[in-house]
């Protein structure tokens, strides 16, 4: 059995910075890749970041490219998302996920139960 428990969303003002923190539990973690999704309102779940087994390589999407860090400790079995320079447009529920498939693609074995990220203009 895998749980992810996702922590740090809230209020953020536009121009602000917030840390997701995504913890696994379960066996064999490093075994999978892991990543953050995100679901605006009324809109599809989409990929945000993504870090391999080995901690790398990461990918991102292109709108949070150069404002998004994702980071993997491995003797925690966490993988946070650093978020800087929030934009309204980053208001969403944000979904922590491991995969051994194809993460980017959105092949995901497990999801968190999400986290609500706010951004107010």
């Known amino acids: 059995q895998v749980q992810l428990v996702e922590s740090g969303g809230g209020l953020v003002q536009a121009g602000g910075s917030l840390r997701l923190s995504c913890a696994v539990f379960?066996?064999?973690?490093?075994?999978?890749?892991m990543g953050w999704f995100r679901q605006a309102p009324g809109k599809e779940r989409e990929f945000v970041a993504s870090?391999?087994?080995?901690?790398?390589?990461?990918d991102y999407t292109d709108s949070v490219k150069g404002r998004f860090t994702i980071y993997r400790d491995f003797a925690k079995s966490t993988v946070d998302l650093h978020m800087n320079s929030l934009k309204p447009e980053d208001t969403a529920v944000y979904y922590c996920?491991?995969?051994?498939?194809?993460?980017?693609?959105?092949?995901?074995?497990?999801w968190g139960k999400g986290t609500l990220v706010t951004v107010s203009s």
């Open positions: 996920a491991i995969t051994r498939g194809a993460i980017v693609a959105g092949q995901v074995d497990y």
């Open positions: 379960g066996r064999n973690v490093f075994t999978y890749a």
């Open positions: 870090v391999s087994r080995s901690g790398e390589p990461t």
